[in-house]
């Protein structure tokens, strides 16, 4: 009798063994590499400065949506680190805001980057919005002369479409599990453990409606000089306004 | 004994310790985590942005089966309602957003706005997209010595005609057990919520139908640790009944219940020959159970499934009256507290602890259960036991003695450690340990004959190892606790 209930235990050991396994993700998966994008890098009295845009943060629905009469936020966040390396060397943020006023028919837009000041513009196409929202032109991301020479870089970089709050996050995780109208189980227990499967079917909701993720390619700085940028971008061409591509608005500081 | 499981345990830890995250997917959450530190110190100095509203009308388009009352009545809980201003980059308008999106009634929720009669005056226009609303709770396939296999599950129709009605059934049914004098089990649930009357902040009723027809097992030779089916006698028990409820949610995230429960119970108990003393802890013949129960419950978990911080508390207390016509006159109470502090890297350290304590003369399926307590014994399903299995006894203490009680108390640690946070099929997932002590005892318990011994103490260790999954379809636990007591022999 005790041998079987030994062979039992272990044989039920081992199945669960195999299940985590096959379960676990693979150091495959964990590891999988951003992709690439070509990223303008400049040194400008002292500062590295990088310029790439991040325009497919906006799909047609999002775009759609910009004229829904409520913002729409954009959060881009880039980090530089050494290629080699793990440790991140420094990190920049731009914010952006996109309000379409439907009396005025018009898209206002704000951004800032850091604690720097707020810019402010009113253009008339969704895509000029998209455009000043999410270009990063010139973004100061780190002191170059606390980079190290021959030391390869990388900028990692991640915008974010509507980014929720950490407070509403914590809200929305606890109304997923304990959902409004008293809906709770009864007289089941909260086992922390227990329960093997529970199965529903979990709504659009993570910490942003919409990401892009990826990296600049890598580069030394100096003693190699960087790659010339190109010129600047300009903003596309308002549809069916002739003469009216590369209007930047109007901008105040 | 000990000596059987150290290989399932090294198996385990060895799997653990390869699960750790990859240098590589640390640094990427470390940027994060970085970002996001320096993203909140630098918002708008004005957080207002574009134009202020006044909303003239509220309108809801694409609701074929949800009652438009049941979204304006959520959208109005948070100041979005006819004559109230709203400015256009207002938070309510995500949060509302995402109220509606957990009420699992929808894909998909979109507010935006419309000219309205004048300059400044606007409609409202709450845009969702409908989803199927059947859930599924919880399985119960199992196996043990006792009972070759249960199973069963609980399934919910959250949003029944459209009136956010939540409908939920649960079975669960057993073959024959081997125990001498046991019958097949059959546990069914029926149960309602009726969604708060008038808003989400307003009384919610609910109603649970229950029938049980099971058979408790009970010793009646062999040693204590001896699980052999052989050794129990099967009491055949039906319990039939209901439970009336109300339930309150307020705004600082506290949720209170009072329940009146009413149940009739039939018990045929076995003639014991010869007759050593077997206390069935149920009345034979038919008996009567009401009784009325209070909680309360307050939770400030970062994520109730994958938590970092915070802490949910709860407490109910139950009392069964004659007054209530109940043959059983008992007061319960049962405290349960999590505790979560956040560690370096993104890990978690959890401290749980569970006390409770019965007063009285309370049948066993109201008595605190073993196997709801370790969790390497399998734990009742729907109320019905189907194992003989003693706790594991890893501390050479008198806890095989024990498997129903009045008294009981656990205390469990928890490490978790991240390795899965990503958009996809699995949203996160966490690798844990715990370990704790657990404890149950009845009246008489407390001096035990001879001198002290800790080895008398009632107490158990117990523990889980394993994966803690958050993904699309649900929640996933798969760890060897899991394992153990569902395959308990």
New interface residues.
């Given amino acids: 009798m005790v041998v079987r209930k030994r062979s039992y235990t272990i044989a039920a050991v081992v199945a669960f063994a195999a299940t985590l396994a096959a379960a676990a993700p693979t150091p495959a998966q964990a590891d999988e590499p951003l992709p690439q994008r070509t990223t303008g890098l400049v040194v400008k009295d002292g500062q590295l400065l990088i310029s790439v845009g991040l325009g497919d943060l906006f799909g047609p629905a999002e775009r759609q949506r910009l004229t829904s009469g409520f913002s729409t936020r954009v959060l881009i966040r880039v980090a530089l680190q050494e290629a080699s390396g793990d440790d991140v060397v420094s990190l920049a943020v731009q914010r952006a805001e996109i309000v379409y006023d439907i009396w005025d028919e018009k898209f206002s837009v704000r951004v800032t980057r850091g604690l720097g000041a707020e810019l402010r513009a009113i253009v008339q196409t969704a895509d000029e919005s998209i455009w000043r929202a999410t270009a990063l032109w010139q973004l100061p991301i780190a002191d170059a002369r606390r980079m190290r020479p021959n030391v390869r870089y990388v900028v990692m970089a991640r915008g974010d479409l509507n980014p929720i709050s950490e407070d509403l996050m914590a809200d929305v995780r606890r109304w997923l599990v304990q959902p409004a109208h008293g809906q709770r189980k009864l007289g089941a227990g909260d086992s922390f453990f227990g329960s093997f499967v529970s199965i529903f079917v979990n709504p659009r909701i993570e910490d942003s409606e919409r990401q892009v993720r990826f990296q600049s390619q890598q580069f030394l700085l100096p003693p190699t000089p960087p790659a010339p940028l190109p010129a600047p971008p300009r903003p596309p061409p308002t549809p069916g306004r002739p003469g009216a591509a590369g209007r930047a608005g109007k901008a105040t500081p | 004994m000990a000596a ?2 150290a ?2 345990f090294l ?2 830890l060895s ?1 653990f310790a ?2 750790r ?8 959450d ?3 985590d ?3 530190t ?8 004005d957080a207002r ?3 202020r ?1 006044v909303i003239d009308e509220v309108i809801v388009r694409g609701n074929h089966k949800t009652q438009k009352s049941i979204i304006v009545a ?1 959208v109005a809980a948070l100041g979005l309602f006819p004559g109230a201003a709203v400015d ?4 309510r ?3 509302a957003r ?2 509606l ?4 009634y ?3 929720v ?6 309205g009669v004048s ?1 400044g005056g ?1 409609v409202l226009i709450v845009d969702v997209e409908e ?2 609303t059947v ?5 119960f396939p199992s196996t043990s010595a006792a009972t070759a296999f249960w199973g069963g599950a ?1 399934v919910s129709e ?1 949003n029944l005609l459209g009136r ?1 009605i ?1 409908l ?1 059934a649960g079975f669960v049914a057993s073959t024959t057990p081997v125990v001498p004098g046991a019958q097949s089990g059959l546990g069914l ?1 029926l ?1 309602a ?1 009726v ?2 009357i008038g808003g ?1 902040y307003g009384l ?1 009723l ?1 109603a ?1 139908v ?1 029938y049980n027809n099971g058979s408790e097992f009970q010793r009646v030779m062999g040693a204590a640790d001896d699980a ?1 089916p052989r050794n129990f006698i099967g009491a055949p028990v039906q319990r039939a009944g209901g ?1 009336l ?1 109300v ?3 307020f705004r600082s ?1 506290l ?1 209170a219940t009072l ?1 009146v429960r009413e149940e009739v119970i039939s018990a045929e108990l076995p003639i014991v020959a010869p007759p050593p003393v077997v206390d069935f802890m149920v009345y034979d013949g038919f008996s009567r159970l009401g009784s009325v129960t209070a909680g309360l419950d307050v ?1 400030t ?5 994958l938590p970092r911080s ?1 802490v949910r508390m ?1 407490l109910t207390v139950e009392a069964a009256t004659g007054l209530l016509g109940s043959s059983y006159d008992f007061f319960k109470a049962v405290a ?1 507290g ?1 505790f979560y502090r956040p560690m370096p890297h993104g890990h978690a350290l959890g401290f ?1 602890v569970f006390a409770g304590a019965i007063a009285g003369d309370a049948p066993f399926f109201d008595r605190f259960f073993v196997g ?1 307590l370790n ?1 390497l014994l399998p ?1 009742r399903a729907l ?1 019905i036991n189907f194992s003989t299995q003693p706790s594991r006894n890893l501390l050479d203490t008198s806890i095989a003695h024990h498997r129903y009680d009045n008294y009981a108390g656990r205390v ?1 640690i928890e490490y978790a450690i991240p ?2 946070r990503r ?1 996809g099929f ?2 996160g ?1 966490d690798a844990f340990v ?1 370990a704790g002590l657990f404890g149950m005892a009845s009246n008489g318990d407390a001096v035990a004959p001879g001198p002290f011994s800790w080895h008398s103490l009632p107490i158990d260790v117990t523990g ?1 190892l ?2 803690r ?1 958050d ?17 308990s ?1």
């Fill in positions: 059987a499981r290989p399932a198996i385990a799997l390869a699960l995250t990859s240098p590589a997917a640390r640094a990427a470390e940027a994060d970085v970002a996001s320096a993203t909140s110190a630098a918002p708008f100095q942005f574009g134009p509203y959520e256009a980059s207002d938070p308008v995500e949060t995402y109220r999106l957990t009420l699992g929808f894909l998909d979109r507010l935006s706005v419309t000219r300059r606007v989803r199927g859930v599924i709770n919880e399985l609980d959250t956010g939540n939920g649930r149960r919520v969604p708060p989400p919610s609910s649970t229950l052999d439970v409820g339930g309150k949610d995230g949720h329940h939770d978990r970062s994520d109730p499934i915070g709860a349960e999590s749980h709801d969790l734990r109320g469990l390795i899965w958009r699995v949203y997932g715990a889980d394993g994966l999954l993904t699309y379809v649900g929640i996933f636990t798969i760890s060897i606790a899991n394992a153990l007591s569902r395959s022999f």
